[in-house]
């Protein structure tokens, strides 16, 4: 699974434009987010995913999703993990000896699994 970096936030609001401070409460939340217009969700049917909501929450998706506050701590420490994992496996030595060697008039490289040609980005085949 591959996991973003930041959250889907839904930013519900109650006009048609965000207001001056709910620009600024979007703004302070370190994520991705997106503005609805509260007053145009649909009461039944299907919801848009997220990780979280916040602004004028309609019920449905007060019901559904936790809050924005949440779902960014959620998906910080899920990435902390996600990155102590990956560090706990040590990369790939690379082999320092290849030089390049001409095999039949076109450049190669030798490899501990044998010889590759070598891209030429001077020539145009």
Partial sequence: M???SKAKILFFI?????????????AKLDANVHFRNASRVPSTGN???CDGVAGV?????????ESAENAIQRRAEALKQAMEKHGETPAPKTNSKAKPVMASGKPTI???????P????????
Avoid: H, R
């Avoid at 070598?118 to 085949?125: G, H, I, P």
């Fill in 118 to 125: 070598v891209w030429n980005a001077q020539k145009v085949n």
């Fill in 47 to 49: 919801l848009e995913i």
């Fill in 14 to 26: 109650a006009d048609m434009i965000p207001s001056l401070e709910e620009s600024e409460a979007a």
């Fill in 57 to 65: 929450v309609p019920a449905s998706y007060a019901n559904a999703f």
């Fill in 110 to 116: 030798e490899t501990p699994s044998g010889t590759l």
């Fill in 2 to 4: 591959k996991l973003k």
